[in-house]
């Protein structure tokens, strides 16, 4: 029943249908799985003569009367009055009109609403109703918790009410329960057809939570189990790439002296975790998390040494052209200093690669089009996967047809929680770089004022002139959809005229976006690194991979726009050299919340307390912006539940301990099924 597709849901329209089907609802399971974030409380219902001026009630009674009328104001007021058997009352609505035609005398109607008195008159301004067929009628609306649910893509609480109301009260929920009673007592769950009962129509608030605990715990015990069995299944892969790691033991020692720096303790560590992993004949599948400027990418780069020293290839993936030559320009020179230095090749959409240069690199170097074009290498040992967080089973699967089954390192400048990490990424051993290399830059952050404004103008460019320096100014990011993209780009374009043309007509100023050609964006890229150009007006395009050492100022409009993991990722631009940077933030909001929000980020330079402090007041999908589309999204269990997160693991290690996964329960396996958790699914 469950499993039935939204189309069969009666006195539904096609349009509706579309509207469901748009935000992933497709079936009667996906429809209950369809949260809500909050109730509104309906719950006290009180005859019409007990009534009082302000009372929050629900009364319900016969309709008496329908009128629509007119102010001077040409306001136009739909009043209907019923009676309930101890009084009368005027039900008031504001340009409702339709009202007229659905509201008949003597019918029956539930109001919830506010009491409001009109000179001697009792009035109820009404928030929400219901037609009834008599006063007995259970209601959906009124007279309850309502369920309040997200309304997205033009669809309704109200019809997503009905239509919840509906398939729960039309399907059999006996049997979907996933645990055995032993795991329910455990942990103080209550049965899972209650919980989708309740939480969408609770009782009262402690069984609301009570369902939402239990509802949470399932999904966290999903993706938990979900991870496992992805990271059992690596675990029992051979791989033809052991690395000797003693034998070339001096080696690593040069290059790793050769360096510009000394390695933190942090990098020493990862290192030797991320070696340990290659030395084994079971692939390396590793997560590597630091904050901007720890130094992920000479990590990164020792392991492509350590390959290359075993006459293996590296792949290096980027998600961005600009990102991509970054790290071309970055391994070139690492390795710069040192005896017969790996090869390496750039593959862009700009740029190609014949079969001959592939075959004798050590390390490519590319976007996307490393896996998806049709590309032959010569014994991949090691690939590296940057600020992609869900390189999943559909990559892997691209590189078993290419015959390999390499070590896997993937890496992230986005701060995540370690609960969080540990939770969305539990398929992976995670390495972290937690301390930032002693030569960086300090950078300060400042909340600046609108007033201020002109002065900051006048700041930068005593600065320009003075120092030297360079500055970003970034546009507000909105949306990934083309619609508000075309936005950006024009907000950035009329910026990049305002200032070009009044602000700093003297100086050179440029223009970069994300829906310019590659070539264009590595033209103007290449005239900002030679000094060329003084300002670079751009949107987050240049969130991740530009590493310009004069850029030492950073200007971000807009910055309530961006979640403070994003605003960290891009402050990360500057500071790269060894002169004090400044970011510049100003909100187009007066707001106590966002002004809060903004000053929290001003103080603070370490991404994993920005990370917490965004997971706890924003959400999640706030850690990694909506550009991460492979990541699975969580529908009503919280990260920042400890607990939960604690109890499910422990939850899935006994579900395992003496279990294949072959032999899981047919209701667990149909549930990872049904939550079409992708690294999953395709697995």
């Not at 892997?396 to 370690?418: D, V, W, Y």
Request: proline share 3%.
């Amino acid at each position: 029943m469950l499993n039935t597709p939204v189309e069969n849901l009666p006195y539904t329209s096609i349009l509706t249908i579309r509207k469901m089907r748009s935000l992933g609802i497709k079936t009667y399971w996906d429809l209950i799985n369809y949260f809500p974030f909050r109730y509104d409380d309906f719950t006290t219902i009180s005859e019409i003569s007990k009534a009082q001026e302000g009372d929050q009630i629900t009364i319900k009674g016969q309709i008496q009367s329908v009128k629509s009328e007119f102010t001077r104001n040409r306001l136009n007021i739909q009043k209907v009055e019923v009676f309930d058997g101890t009084d009368k009352i005027t039900l008031v609505w504001f340009n409702q009109y339709y009202l007229i035609r659905l509201l008949k005398e003597g019918g029956y109607l539930s109001v919830s609403g506010e009491i409001k008195y009109r000179g001697k008159k009792k009035q109820l301004f009404s928030k929400s109703y219901e037609l009834l067929r008599g006063l007995n009628q259970e209601t959906i609306h009124t007279g309850r918790l309502v369920p309040v649910y997200p309304e997205k893509s033009g669809l309704s609480s109200r019809t997503i009410r009905e239509k919840i109301f509906y398939v729960l009260g039309n399907s059999d929920l006996s049997s979907i329960e996933i645990f055995p009673n032993s795991i329910l007592r455990k942990y103080n769950l209550v049965p899972e057809p209650y919980a989708y009962q309740q939480i969408h129509f609770p009782k009262d608030k402690l069984t609301s939570h009570s369902s939402r605990q239990r509802l949470s715990f399932d999904e966290l015990f999903i993706v938990q189990l979900a991870a496992q069995i992805v990271r059992n299944n690596w675990k029992k892969e051979k791989t033809g790439y052991k690395l000797n790691i003693k034998k070339f033991d001096n080696h690593i020692k040069q290059f790793i002296k050769s360096l510009p720096f000394e390695l933190t303790n942090a990098q020493k560590k990862s290192t030797k975790e991320m070696l340990g992993d290659m030395s084994k004949d079971i692939p390396m599948n590793r997560f590597l998390q630091g904050d901007v400027g720890a130094g992920k990418t000479v990590v990164a780069a020792i392991g492509c040494m350590v390959s290359h020293l075993n006459n293996y290839q590296s792949l290096f993936m980027a998600p961005t052209e600009i990102l991509a030559n970054q790290h071309y320009q970055t391994l070139t020179e690492l390795f710069s200093k040192i005896k017969n230095p790996p090869k390496i090749t750039l593959i862009t959409g700009s740029i190609k690669a014949s079969r001959e240069s592939l075959a004798k690199s050590d390390i490519v170097i590319g976007t996307h089009a490393l896996f998806t074009q049709k590309l032959e290498y010569n014994k991949v040992g090691f690939v590296v996967i940057d600020e992609q967080h869900r390189f999943g089973v559909v990559q892997r699967a691209l590189l078993k047809e290419k015959g390999m089954n390499p070590h896997l390192l993937t890496m992230t400048a986005t701060p995540i929680p370690r609960t969080a990490a540990l939770t969305l990424y539990g398929e992976l051993d995670l390495s972290e770089l937690d301390e930032m290399p002693k030569y960086k830059a300090q950078t300060k952050t400042y909340y600046v004022p609108k007033k201020k404004r002109k002065k900051m103008y006048l700041w930068i460019r005593e600065k320009i002139i003075s120092e030297k320096t360079q500055v970003f100014i970034i546009c507000p990011l909105i949306d990934e959809s083309e619609h508000e993209t075309m936005k950006t780009v024009k907000a950035a374009t009329k910026e990049y005229e305002r200032l070009s043309t009044k602000v700093f007509p003297d100086l050179t100023v440029d223009l970069l976006h994300g829906r310019m050609k590659a070539a264009e964006k590595e033209s103007i890229m290449q005239k900002f690194k030679n000094n060329d150009t003084q300002i670079l007006v751009s949107t987050s395009v240049v969130e991740v991979g530009i590493d310009i050492k004069n850029a030492t100022i950073m200007v971000i409009e807009g910055a309530e726009r961006y979640g403070l993991a994003q605003l960290h990722q891009l402050r990360g631009r500057i500071g790269r050299g060894s002169v004090d940077s400044y970011c510049l933030i100003f909100s187009e909001k007066e707001n106590p919340r966002i002004e809060s929000r903004l000053k929290f980020f001003s103080k603070n330079n370490n991404g994993s307390k920005i990370a917490e402090y965004d997971l706890q007041h924003r959400g999640y999908g706030e850690l990694f912006g909506t550009r991460q589309h492979g990541l699975f999204e969580l529908k009503i269990a919280s990260l920042t539940d400890f607990k939960t997160i604690k109890n499910t693991k422990t939850a899935v290690q006994e579900i395992l301990k003496d279990t294949m996964v072959d032999d899981l329960d047919e209701k667990i396996k149909q549930r990872l099924s049904q939550y079409n958790i992708e690294r999953i699914a395709r697995d």
